[in-house]
């Protein structure tokens, strides 16, 4: 209760909104992660490559790395091939995310 006599109740609302925002945020960034890591998984079986994925949200963004030695091979002649992984997997996420959409109409569009 206030000085004046009046209570105060949910002064902190907001912020247990913004932080529930954050968290489904989050969530979504998390999923997208695991499906574009997935997707390169695949890749690198197919290529027979030897190396590991390690996911991270930066930024309000997925990121999605490859760990390995020897990525020369996979970036390419000045980045060109870096650049067609990163387009085919960003169609193939849209792809994917879009099927989902149709799916249920409950996930927000992005």
């Known amino acids: ?9 949910g002064a902190a609302t907001g912020d247990s909104d913004d932080s529930a925002a954050e968290t489904d945020t ?11 890591a997935d ?4 890749l690198l079986d197919i290529i027979d490559y030897d190396g590991d994925i ?5 930024n309000d963004r997925a990121v ?3 760990i390995g030695n020897d990525l020369q091979s996979l970036v390419g002649n000045r980045g060109y ?4 992984f990163e387009a085919w997997l960003a169609d193939a996420l849209v792809a ?7 799916r249920d109409p409950q996930v927000p569009p992005r």
């Open 1 to 9: 209760m206030s000085d004046n006599g009046v209570e105060e109740v």
């Open 26 to 36: 989050n969530a979504m960034l998390i999923e997208e992660g695991d499906i574009a």
């Open 39 to 42: 997707y390169l998984e695949r």
């Open 54 to 58: 390690d996911l991270d949200v930066e």
């Open 64 to 66: 999605v790395a490859i």
């Open 81 to 84: 091939s870096m650049d067609e």
């Open 96 to 102: 994917v995310l879009l099927r989902r959409a149709d």
